[in-house]
């Protein structure tokens, strides 16, 4: 028989479900059901009127999600994760639990026509939503200038003026179209001691992609709905991919378990704030080495979480 799991093995599972408390009456939301491997864990631990809302802008992970998550108490929601809290206010709910498994799914990098990978040909897509503007038109219509933006600032590619160089020479020849098209140009665009080093499109193409879905963003958004929508003791758990992602989630958490704020020379405090929340582990959780031999994806996760006061 086949493990819920076979098709996508979610990253830490064991530490998000201790993270999350997951109680057997309580309201869940996981705001990226990917391959559903996550939600299906929370949900088998439901019972006594304990229900998951599992959701996702990309469809295709809602059509997988729907098949892995049958027959348990979970509804699921086509959307991005920025209405998260719309979700729950709706149905006049609040949450013991929110989690975001963040950055693109196993299923998104596996199907090389939806253009995330940089191994395979495939039109130059990225988008999580298969809906807006694509990897393509990003690539092709922008000018130098925002392409050495998103390179530098989302990807933090140091050589992002060489290959925004490389791409604009091309396109002046024909529209930039595949996925391995681009991949050619970022090669020519780095010094030949990069290239040998490791293959130099990573970088490129994750900042490609975090401007096509506008994922930094969205975050921001998401991490301010999801506190919201938690009710006092509930915990929200953040599992980032790239040090982007985990500098605002690390941010905003800090900021929500800081209290006063007035300088150190005032007598009483005049601010009147007040922790929200508290960290539930001081320092973000890695994958230990044993998930690391069996699970690629964990190579670069950290996992936060905090309850909320």
């Not at 027959?71 to 975001?100: C, I, K, M, S």
Request: glycine share 8%.
């Amino acid at each position: 028989m086949e493990s819920p799991y076979d098709y996508h093995r979610p990253v830490m599972l064991d530490e998000v479900l201790a993270d999350l408390d997951v109680k057997p009456n309580g309201i869940y939301l996981d705001g990226t059901a990917g391959g559903g491997g996550h939600s299906h864990a929370i949900a088998s631990r439901l019972s006594d009127g304990g229900h998951l809302f599992s959701m996702d802008q990309d469809p295709d992970a809602i059509a997988q999600a729907s098949k892995r998550l049958s027959g348990l108490p979970v509804t699921l929601v086509h959307a991005n994760f920025t209405t998260l809290g719309d979700v729950l206010r709706e149905r006049g709910l609040q949450a013991d639990g929110v989690l975001l498994d963040l950055g693109v799914s196993s299923h998104e990098l596996d199907d090389a026509a939806r253009g995330f990978s940089y191994h395979r040909d495939a039109p130059l897509d990225m988008r999580m939503s298969q809906s807006g503007r694509s990897a393509a038109d990003l690539v092709n219509t922008l000018s130098a200038e925002e392409l050495t933006h998103i390179l530098f600032t989302y990807g933090e590619e140091k050589y992002a003026r060489g290959i925004v160089s490389q791409i604009l020479a091309a396109r002046e020849e024909k529209p930039i179209e595949t996925t391995l098209e681009l991949a050619e140009l970022i090669k020519k665009g780095v010094p030949a001691k990069a290239r040998r080093d490791k293959n130099p499109c990573k970088k490129t193409f994750q900042a490609i992609r975090i401007a096509v879905n506008d994922e930094l963003n969205c975050l921001s958004i998401a991490l301010e709905q999801a506190f919201s929508a938690l009710k006092p003791g509930g915990r929200l758990v953040i599992l980032t991919f790239h040090s982007l992602e985990d500098r605002i989630v690390k941010q905003t958490f800090a900021g929500w378990c800081t209290g006063c704020t007035c300088p150190s020379e005032f007598p009483v405090c005049v601010c009147g704030n007040k922790p929200k929340a508290r960290l539930v582990h001081r320092k973000p959780i890695a994958a230990s080495q044993e998930e690391l031999e069996i699970n690629s994806r964990s190579h670069s996760a950290k996992l936060r979480a905090i309850k909320k006061i």
